[in-house]
């Protein structure tokens, strides 16, 4: 991950009233969860800086260097709050992280690959897990994981335990839990229903011929 910065300073203006001036001044309010002195600061970044360092940015977890005032921070983006109607950041919150110290952190899964099953038996790809949560250095830190299904056959599921992510991550979900199954066409979603319309089909004729017979 390519670590990005960020000019940052603190601020003292609390409440409604202020911080709304603070937006309107071309500011974006945010708080920094202090790792090494506890507690947290309150600070102010400027917001076209801010949204073009975050431009093209899909991760939830950003690794970012905080400029305050000629001191550097290490700090992962937590959550970026966003105006309803605009979608423009109204406030940003961030932690404090050390580069040699590992962070727990959700990453989203991505299934690439036609699976077997799919392509060869007509089965159906039902991915049951969309992320995954690890330990890793802040450095190290993906926006996703890539994971090929094309090997799976039907009715074969992957697993957290079948997930191979790397050295550089160490997997902290449970291990039994289902990734991704691939169903058989007769068990997949809208088989049944599909299975029971000739019947409905077949009772509409007889309900047909006893009217006749009436």
Known sequence: MNQIRIKAEARTEQGTGAVRRLRRSGMIPGSVMKMRKG???LIKLPEHDFMMAMRGRTGKQVLVTLDMNGTEMSALLREMQNDVLKGTP???DFSEVSLTET???TVPLRLIGEPKGVKIGGGVLEQTLRS???DVLPGDIPEKFDIDVSSLDLDQTLFVRDLQLGEKYSITSRGEVPVAVIKAP????GAAAGAASPDVI???K???KKEEKK
């Open 206 to 208: 007889d309900d047909a």
């Open 90 to 92: 109204i406030h940003v």
């Open 39 to 41: 507690g947290t600061e």
């Open 103 to 105: 962070v727990r952190i």
């Open 132 to 134: 995954v949560d690890i």
């Open 186 to 189: 007769d068990s997949a979603p």
């Open 202 to 204: 077949k009772k509409g």
